[in-house]
């Protein structure tokens, strides 16, 4: 049979993706089914460029507002509603703009798209940012009565109550401008270590037993800290940290300055803390910190049960730190076309229940996500609900390996979570927070590894996921915990007036470290450069009070999922809580509308349990082996 050549190129680069995934492949000679499908959110470019007009008309219609809010129900939900109709349109200006620009990076035309919808963006931001100091000043009680008079501001109400709640924080216009004028310079502590560790950082320079020269930047101690040799390892980890060593004072006295200006910041907005001021932006409480650390220590057996097994496989006398990273079980080739990657996710998900599978399969069957690597597409995964009145998105870059397949079910998790969100909440209370949108897509994550497990091949395959797994688990709940210990450490020495230095910033973490390993009970030795790994980790220096989250989103997760299997559809139910939430409701009591509570030890309970029933299998492999 004779195919016209457009078809037999098609066929080609059909068979091709299937097999290799090249990252130099054309754009144009990715098939259809493999792309996202922007048309719906814009036809083309020139219904793009009119709506960006039409967008700007209605942020000038927002100002006629200025001043006038507090003067009658009418007043203040008139400029409410004009104001989300435009946030919603530039949402979806924007999600086009940003989603046409990542599938090639190199085309000038779509970065202009994404220029002008930034300056755009700019311009909505400042015409618009009297509405909040506006609805601070209103007195609550006038509020109220606005709501009685004007049942249709009740759309509104989370959004008003969020900006109320920070009255006592909030200071006067003049105290707020002024403040507002050391955003100048409040960055510098991260530009400095941006600027330091990404560029002008001298790298210790190794030779390999195998005679291949390494020069140590970050990324190559990421490539080569899970070599199979042990000496290696040990080299690659002695010479990385102990080169930070050399610049723990400098290093020290930034870090020192970040933290101080989140103290300044904290205090003069009457927060008793930089944690409280931190996590207010979602109303959690400084509680949920504590409780963190406190369960995490509870589990610490746990996690030396995990040592010991490590310990154990690995066939070594004495763990050390630099073991850590190498896999327990051998590397399995497991190789999947997409149609097998989204057929494998389907069936994993179906304890999530009839219509969540209903929806994902049309998702994948219509073009929501785009799959291919391409020159010149932004690398990397994620996923983008802002065009509420259309779909969520997802970029990823399938290449074929397992890690493509659980890529796709974590994005796959925060598009169901939009969608759920877009459908079920109006336009001001989709946008769900932080806290809770990893729980969707690490409940995928680990529904999906129950059911790989379950269906493995033979037991290097089932030993190799729950090898994988158990990683994943000790690395995002324990380290990460440990690093948002030692956050809090640093900054409660500043906040008490003490004096900080990167001397003392390594004594600090040196001592948690050996705690969570046990290196006093020789579970794990820590080697005292292991000090100075603070350091290499960006996140001390650019956010504060972040790292939590990783791990309190994998522990609901994970005690989610576990209620999901075990308990069925009425656990299924409670779960939609958090998917059709939005931000209807503050995060905290979104997950214990989903069944758990987050101040509670039952989370944590659950987690430590599915640990040690990982552990249990993976040592009944073992057995069986020998």
């Known amino acids: 049979m004779k195919l016209k050549l457009s078809n037999l190129l098609t066929l080609l680069v059909i068979l091709f993706l299937s097999t290799s995934f090249p990252q130099n492949l054309q754009r144009k000679d990715v098939p259809e089914k493999y792309k996202w499908n922007l048309s719906e959110i814009y036809p083309s470019r020139q219904a793009w460029l009119a709506d960006k007009d039409n967008i700007s008309k209605m942020i000038d219609e927002i100002v006629k507002y200025k001043g006038h809010l507090a003067e009658s129900p009418d007043q203040l939900l008139n400029a409410l509603k004009t104001y989300f109709d435009a946030s919603k349109s530039y949402s979806r200006l924007a999600d086009y703009a940003s989603r046409i620009s990542d599938e090639d990076l190199r085309i000038s035309e779509n970065q202009e798209l994404l220029q002008s919808a930034s300056t755009l963006g700019t311009d909505f931001s400042e015409k618009t940012s009297f509405i909040s100091p506006e609805i601070l000043k209103m007195d609550p009680s006038k509020i109220e009565t606005f709501f009685k008079d004007k049942p249709a501001l009740q759309e509104y109400k989370m959004f008003i109550a969020d900006i109320q709640r920070l009255r006592e924080h909030t200071l006067s216009e003049a105290e707020e401008n002024l403040l507002a004028s050391f955003g100048l310079i409040s960055d510098t502590p991260v530009n400095v270590y941006n600027i330091f560790n990404n560029a002008e950082q001298p790298v210790a320079k190794i030779s390999l037993s195998t005679g291949e020269k390494v020069n140590l930047t970050s990324s190559a101690y990421t490539k080569y800290r899970s070599v199979s040799n042990r000496e290696d390892r040990e080299l690659i980890f002695r010479s990385f940290f102990n080169n930070y060593e050399k610049f723990k004072n400098t290093l020290g006295a930034d870090l020192d300055g970040k933290i101080k200006t989140d103290f300044v910041y904290a205090k003069d907005r009457k927060y008793n803390s930089s944690m409280e001021s931190s996590l207010s932006s979602f109303n959690v409480p400084v509680s949920v910190y504590e409780n963190l650390v406190k369960q995490i220590h ?261 005690a989610f999922a576990e209620k999901i299997v075990n308990e069925g559809q009425p656990a299924v139910d409670k779960y939609y809580n958090i998917l059709k939430g939005g931000y209807s409701d503050y995060p905290l009591n979104l997950i214990k509308k989903a069944g758990i509570d987050p101040l509670s030890s039952e989370a944590f309970e659950i987690t430590m349990k599915k640990m040690n029933k990982v552990m249990d299998q993976i040592e009944e492999i073992i057995a069986k082996k020998k």
């Open 298 to 558: 509870n589990s610490l057996p746990t996690l030396y049960r995990v040592l010991d097994l490590k310990k154990k496989l690995l066939g070594v006398d004495t763990l050390h730190y630099y073991d850590l990273y190498t896999s327990i079980a051998k590397k399995v080739d497991m190789k999947y076309s997409v149609d097998e990657g989204e057929k494998t996710i389907l069936d994993a998900l179906k304890p999530m229940g009839p219509d969540y599978i209903k929806n994902l399969k049309f998702a994948y069957d219509h073009r929501w996500v785009d799959l291919m690597p391409n020159e010149g597409k932004r690398s990397g995964a994620y996923e983008s609900g802002a065009s509420y009145d259309v779909h969520p998105y997802i970029l990823t870059n399938w290449n074929g390996d397992y890690e493509s397949v659980t890529t796709l079910a974590h994005e796959s998790g925060h598009m169901m979570h939009s969608f759920y969100s877009n459908k079920n909440q109006t336009y001001p209370n989709s946008q769900y927070p932080i806290f809770v949108a990893e729980i969707a897509s690490t409940t995928n994550e680990t529904l999906l590894n129950n059911y790989m497990v379950k269906n493995a091949k033979n037991d290097d395959e089932r030993l190799f996921l729950l090898g994988n797994y158990l990683d994943l688990l000790r690395n995002t709940i324990f380290r990460q915990t440990m690093f948002a210990e030692f956050e809090w450490e640093i900054h409660k020495v500043v906040e008490k007036g003490e004096p900080l230095t990167g001397e003392q910033m390594s004594n600090i973490y040196y001592n948690i470290v050996k705690t969570y390993y046990g290196n006093d009970q020789g579970k794990c030795i820590v080697d005292p450069y292991v000090a100075y790994e603070w350091e290499y980790i960006p996140h001390f220096f650019n956010y504060t009070y972040y790292v939590y989250q990783y791990a309190t989103s994998l522990i609901y997760a994970t």
